[in-house]
């Protein structure tokens, strides 16, 4: 058992043990350089360390839109003209393969950069690919949710799946001899939540299921992402916010180099250098993209749904119309904030729904535990030192997926996603 155990784990030569039947990754084996978890989740892989990937040019591969005209109560009103169609991107292969969906985290459309390099390391392996955006884009909320609220699990896990039904039969000839599946982040979690309605609608009857760093509580993960907003920074106060501190630290960094390049190794860059980041500094930054993504979701979904929280509901907003103080007034609310005056009244009225700790238990893994328990096909993968994870979180998924769990020590979230090991590691679970 032990010697299997190891086998079917190792990778790359790695020295790994077994806790709990989990495949713990020893951290002296592992090789990937960032320990830091806040570092790691913003500047993910040195680009030395990442697999080499088809370029863009070598892909054969297109946006395409579908029309899913979910039935709600109110129309989109005339600003939102540009997502009244839900595009995805679909990269095929010149013969019949496996296709593999991509779903994409928190607030992320199809192409958001961890999608875009899933697609290029599947499509190198040989598999057809379709990006989809997460339910609480802008463009999915839009187009296809059938209540413009995402948050609870099951209903945005519906709404992904008609959307997968709407791809496929826009490709009726499209020669594909199984279905994959995987997400990161949030998109891990509704992975799952399709992986267990496919198991009685049957229209995919997935393969394999990788869920790539997912939120186990998914409230405690959104609570400490809001916290990282509130964490105390040196040097700004009344008169210097902290955009102005980091501002001023890529300005001496670049006078340093002297010149300017953008690229992938920026961040990892950076924090070589003396105007490096530090832990407070990096912690604001994770916390503040996250709360644009709340405010984004909290917006949309009271406009869409006409609820007067941020935007007033007779409120006439076109292409013209200045949405920053509707933005400032959303970035008040936090993700908490959200969940109490929209998720939860939705899920109410359509629900008979009771509490906050019952909805909590509904939209988090612990829902699917004796489905994910005893479906061989579905997998996690995890780092240690990720950010959204609290307590009790690690031994839930060990007892849980026993043997299916693999445990990084470093990574942060989503940070080694691009590392070689961790590539390799992923297509060798779909690969069997």
């Known amino acids: 058992m032990l010697r299997s155990l190891r086998f079917a784990a190792l990778f790359g030569g790695l020295i790994l043990s077994a806790s709990a039947l989990a495949v713990d990754v020893d951290a002296a084996g592992y090789g990937y350089p960032l320990t830091n978890p806040f570092e790691a989740t913003i500047a993910t892989t040195p680009p030395d360390l990442r697999p080499e990937l088809p370029r863009d040019e070598d892909i054969d591969q297109e946006d395409r839109t579908i029309s899913l005209r979910p039935e709600r109560e109110f129309e989109l009103p005339d600003n939102f003209w540009a997502v009244k169609k839900l595009t995805y991107r679909i990269a095929t292969q010149d013969k019949a ?10 607030g992320a459309r199809y192409d958001s950069s961890h ?60 020669p594909v001899t199984d279905y994959y599946l995987t997400g990161y982040s949030l998109g891990a979690l509704d992975a799952a939540f399709v992986a267990h309605l496919d198991e009685t609608r049957r229209s995919f009857n997935f393969k394999k299921v990788l869920l790539l760093n997912p939120p186990v509580n998914l409230y405690t993960s959104i609570t400490n992402l809001d916290k990282l907003v509130q964490t105390e920074v040196k040097g700004i106060n009344s008169s210097t916010t902290f955009y102005e501190v980091v501002l001023n630290k890529l300005t001496r960094y670049f006078q340093e180099k002297g010149y300017i390049d953008l ?30 993504s709340s405010a984004d979701i909290a917006f ?17 907003i076109t292409e013209g119309t200045s949405l920053t103080p509707f933005l400032r007034r959303a970035l008040q609310c936090d993700f908490d904030c ?61 007892k849980t997926f026993g043997n299916r769990l693999t445990v990084y020590p ?23």
């Not at 393969?97 to 928190?106: D, K, N, R």
């Not at 489905?371 to 990720?386: C, E, G, R, T, W």
Request: aromatic share 10%.
């Open 410 to 432: 470093y990574g942060g979230h989503c940070g080694n996603l691009n590392y070689r090991v961790n590539s390799d590691a992923m297509l060798e679970f779909f690969r069997g």
């Open 115 to 174: 999608n875009e390099y899933l697609k290029k390391l599947y499509y190198q392996a040989g598999y057809h690919v379709v990006q989809l955006s997460s339910p609480t884009s802008f463009d999915f909320m839009s187009a296809a949710s059938r209540f413009a609220t995402p948050g609870v699990s099951k209903e945005d896990a519906e709404d992904l799946y008609r959307v997968m039904q709407a791809v496929r039969a826009q490709h009726p000839k499209l």
């Open 300 to 316: 949309t979904s009271d406009l869409i749904n006409r609820r007067g929280l941020i935007t007033p509901p007779k409120f006439p």
């Open 263 to 292: 690229n992938d190794a920026l961040l990892y860059d950076i924090q070589q250098s003396k105007e490096h980041l530090t832990n407070e500094q990096m912690a604001m930054l994770i916390g503040t993209s996250f709360r644009f």
């Open 338 to 398: 959200y969940i109490t005056e929209q998720v939860i009244p939705m899920w109410r009225a359509r629900t008979d729904g009771g509490s906050l700790l019952q909805l909590i238990d509904q939209v988090s893994l612990y829902a699917l535990k004796d489905y994910l328990h005893n479906s061989p096909k579905i997998a996690v993968m995890h780092n240690a030192d990720d950010v959204i994870l609290g307590p009790g979180d690690l031994g839930f998924l060990r």
């Open 97 to 106: 393969a496996p296709l593999i969906f991509l779903i994409a985290g928190t």
